[in-house]
C-alpha cells in the first residue's frame, strides 16, 4: 500500500475501493497528496474512506493477536483463557520456514516490459542491487527482518505477452482473473508445478503477485496496486485453489526500473499485518504511527509485529524494578514487554513493548538511535475478533509513545521525528508526559528510567509496576473569607497536583495554592483569584493527581454548592 515515488507518507492516509469496478481488496496503494487533494476538492473523499473501511485490511489477522496473547499469558504463569480457541483462520502465508511464492509477469502487445524476468526474479528472490539496500531484495528483506526465520523462494513466470492490447482487457473482477488465468494457463500448458505454493498443504495457494505493463491509472482504478482474494473457485490449477494476490505495476513511473519495495509491503498483509497508518482522521486518534513501522510507511517491522509473527519472544517485564539490555533490533530478536501488575485478577491485553530502535539493517534510513516504546491495545472481543485498529476506534492497536510529549503524530499526523526516540536522561511512567495509564485512564505502573547511551546495545531499568490505588474523595467544602476549599478523602499524597477545568493549579510541594494536611485532606487556597474559577451554574472539574500516577476527578457547582463524582474518575 505504498507509492514508490511518495516515501515518507506524512499525513493520514485514506484508502478506497471502488466496488463497482469489482475491488474486493484486501489492500490498496494509496494516494499521492496530489490526488488526496483532487478527492477532497471533489468531494469524493468521505465516500472512498467509508469504502475503504469495508475492506478491511486496516485489521490484523485474528490468529496473531489470540496466539501472541495466548504467549503472553502463559509467560505470566497464567492459565489458557477458559472456552477459548484459536479464531477462524484468514488465509495468511506462513511466517516461517522455507516459503514459496511466484511472481506473474504479464505485458501487452502495446506496452512491452522495460525490465528482463531475470532482473525481477533477482529483486524477487535473489540477492538484488545492493544500492537499494535495505530494500534491494523482497527475499533479503524479510531474512533479515525475521532473523532467517522466514526464507520466501519461488518463481517468476514470464513474460506472457498478450496476443491483443491492454485496453482490451475487462476492468472487473472477472476480466482481471481471467487475465490471470490466461496467463496461467499458458504456464501450465508449459509444465510448471502450482502444486510447490500450497505452503501448509492445505489445498491453498496462499499467496501469489502478479506485475502488469503500461502506465498506472487513477487512484483505485482497475490498473491500480492493491491486494485482493481470488474469487472464482471453480478455477483450480494442478488441484489447487488460488488464495491472495497482489496486483501491482511493473514501475510506478512507465516505462523504468523495477522495485520491490511495494511488494515488500504487500507481503505483510499476506502474513496477516494491518496497515498501522490512518485512513480517517476524523475518527479517534490520528497520524497511525508516524511512518516508524514497515505497515506505516518503510523500514523495518516493528517489535509488536515481530511479535505477533513469531519473529521474537519479548522478555516479560517484572514488577520490581530491575536493569535490562536490549541488544538492536534490526540485528537481533530481542525486545522488552511491560504487561502492567502481575497480581491482577485478570490480564487486559493491554500492554507496553519497548525496542531499542538503533539504525541498522532494515532500521538504516529512520531519524535516530533510542528506545522506541508502544501501547499496544490487543484486546479481543466475545468471537475472537480484535477490537482496535488505527484508523476507525477510539483507541489505536498499536501507538508510539513520543518521547518529547509533543504529540505531534497524535495531534497533526506527522511523520515521527528523533525527538520521539527515548534517549539518555528520559522517562517513561504514570506521571510524564506521555504517561503509561491504560486507555480507561487507570494507571498501569509501566516504568522506565536511567535510560543509557544510545547505540547497538542499550540498557535502562523497567518496572512494571505494582496495583495503583487512586485517591478518593468523600467531601469537597467551599469555606469562605478568605475563599477556599477544604477536600476530604482518602490515599493523598505528598506531591500531589490539582487541576482545575484542565489548567494545573498548584502542587502540594509549593503550599500557597494546595496545602497537604495529611493523607485525608487537602486545602485549597488562593481567595478571589480561586473564586473565579468556579462560576456559578457549572460543573468545573477539579483532578487531583498522586505521584504514582493514581488519581481522581469530581465536579463541583458554586451555584448549588454540590459536587460529584466525574463520569471518567478513575
Same mark, same amino acid.
Given at each position: ?9 506524512? %499525513?493520514?492516509? !485514506? ?9 474486493? @481488496? ?42 501472541? =496473547?495466548?504467549?503472553?499469558? @502463559? ?5 489458557? $483463557?477458559? *472456552? ?41 528472490? /535473489?540477492?538484488?542491487? @545492493? ?45 482481471? &482473473?481471467?487475465?490471470?488465468? $490466461? ?19 492445505? /489445498? ?9 505493463? #503500461? ?7 482497475? +490498473? ?10 471453480? %478455477? ?19 516505462? /523504468? ?8 509491503? &504487500? ?19 490520528? *497520524?497511525?504511527?508516524? =511512518?516508524?513501522?514497515?505497515?506505516? *510507511? ?12 513469531? +519473529? ?6 517484572? =514488577? ?6 536490549? %541488544? ?13 501488575? +502481575?497480581d491482577t485478577p485478570e490480564w487486559r491485553n493491554e500492554y507496553f513493548m519497548v525496542q531499542n530502535r538503533y539504525r541498522t539493517q532494515n532500521d538504516v534510513e529512520y531519524p535516530n538511535d533510542g528506545l522506541v516504546i508502544w501501547h499496544v491495545n490487543a484486546f479481543l472481543d466475545s468471537w475472537d475478533y480484535f477490537y482496535y485498529d488505527n484508523s476507525y476506534t477510539d483507541f489505536k492497536l498499536l501507538r508510539l509513545m513520543e518521547a518529547d510529549g509533543l504529540e505531534e503524530i497524535e495531534n497533526y499526523g506527522s511523520s515521527a521525528d528523533a525527538g520521539d526516540y527515548y534517549t539518555q536522561g528520559d522517562t517513561f511512567g504514570p506521571s510524564t508526559f506521555p504517561d503509561s495509564s491504560y486507555y480507561d485512564g487507570s494507571s498501569s505502573g509501566a516504568s522506565v528510567r536511567n535510560i543509557g547511551p544510545s547505540g547497538p546495545t542499550m540498557t535502562f531499568e523497567a518496572t512494571g509496576g505494582e496495583? !495503583? ?7 469537597? %467544602?467551599?469555606? #469562605? =473569607? ?40 487537602? !486545602? ?15 460543573? !468545573? ?8 500516577? /493514581? ?11 454540590? +459536587? ?7
Open positions: 500500500m505504498k507509492v514508490e515515488a511518495n516515501r515518507n507518507i506524512g %499525513r493520514s492516509l !485514506v484508502i478506497l475501493v471502488l466496488l463497482a469496478l469489482g475491488i474486493s @481488496a484486501m489492500a490498496l496503494q494509496p494516494p499521492t497528496e496530489e490526488q488526496l487533494e483532487q478527492y477532497w476538492l471533489d468531494g469524493t473523499l468521505q465516500q472512498r474512506i467509508e469504502d475503504a473501511k469495508a475492506i478491511g485490511n486496516h485489521r490484523i489477522a485474528p490468529q496473531l493477536l489470540w496466539n501472541s =496473547n495466548q504467549k503472553i499469558r @502463559a509467560a505470566l504463569g497464567m492459565e489458557p $483463557e477458559e *472456552g477459548a480457541w484459536p479464531p477462524d483462520h484468514w488465509i495468511v502465508l506462513p511466517s516461517s520456514g522455507n516459503v514459496k511464492v511466484f511472481t506473474l509477469l504479464i505485458d501487452f502487445a502495446d506496452h512491452p516490459h522495460s525490465n528482463d524476468a531475470a532482473s525481477i526474479d533477482d529483486k524477487m528472490y /535473489g540477492q538484488g542491487l @545492493a544500492h537499494h539496500f535495505p530494500e534491494e531484495s523482497h527475499r533479503e528483506y524479510y531474512l533479515r527482518s525475521s532473523y532467517g526465520m522466514l526464507d520466501i523462494g519461488g518463481s517468476t513466470l514470464g513474460w506472457y505477452t498478450t496476443p491483443y492490447d491492454r485496453q482490451y482487457v475487462e476492468q472487473t473482477t472477472s476480466g482481471r &482473473e481471467a487475465l490471470i488465468w $490466461e496467463a496461467l494457463q499458458h504456464f501450465d500448458s508449459e509444465g510448471h508445478d502450482f502444486t510447490q505454493y500450497d505452503n501448509d498443504g492445505d /489445498g491453498v495457494i496462499e499467496y501469489f503477485l502478479v506485475i502488469w505493463t #503500461g502506465p498506472h491509472g487513477d487512484w483505485a482504478t482497475f +490498473w491500480w496496486g492493491y491486494q485482493t482474494s481470488w474469487q472464482n473457485s471453480a %478455477r483450480r490449477i494442478d488441484g489447487k485453489r488460488l488464495g491472495l494476490y497482489s496486483w501491482q505495476w511493473e514501475a510506478y513511473n512507465y516505462p /523504468g526500473e523495477f522495485s520491490p519495495y511495494v511488494t515488500i509491503h &504487500e507481503t505483510g498483509h499476506a502474513l496477516g499485518l494491518p496497515d498501522y497508518y490512518d485512513y480517517d482522521d476524523s475518527i479517534g486518534p490520528r *497520524g497511525g504511527v508516524g =511512518n516508524l513501522d514497515q505497515m506505516d *510507511g518503510y523500514g523495518d517491522h516493528g517489535c509488536f509485529s515481530k511479535f505477533v509473527l513469531g +519473529w521474537l519472544d519479548p522478555v516479560i517485564c517484572t =514488577n520490581d524494578w530491575q536493569q535490562y539490555t536490549l %541488544r538492536a533490533t534490526g540485528d537481533h530478536p530481542e525486545a522488552l514487554l511491560i504487561p502492567g501488575p +502481575w496495583a !495503583v490505588t487512586p485517591p478518593s474523595v468523600t467531601d469537597f %467544602r467551599k469555606k #469562605g =473569607n478568605p475563599f477556599r476549599f477544604k477536600i476530604y478523602g482518602g490515599v493523598f499524597q505528598y506531591g500531589c497536583d490539582v487541576y482545575i477545568d484542565g489548567q494545573l493549579w498548584g502542587s502540594t510541594t509549593d503550599r500557597s495554592r494546595v496545602k497537604y494536611k495529611s493523607e485525608t485532606q487537602l !486545602v485549597l487556597k488562593k481567595g478571589k483569584s480561586l473564586k473565579n474559577l468556579f462560576p456559578k451554574g457549572a460543573w !468545573v472539574p477539579v483532578r487531583i493527581v498522586n505521584p504514582n500516577g /493514581g488519581e481522581v476527578t469530581i465536579e463541583y457547582d458554586r451555584g448549588s454548592k454540590q +459536587w460529584r463524582l466525574a463520569n471518567w474518575t478513575i
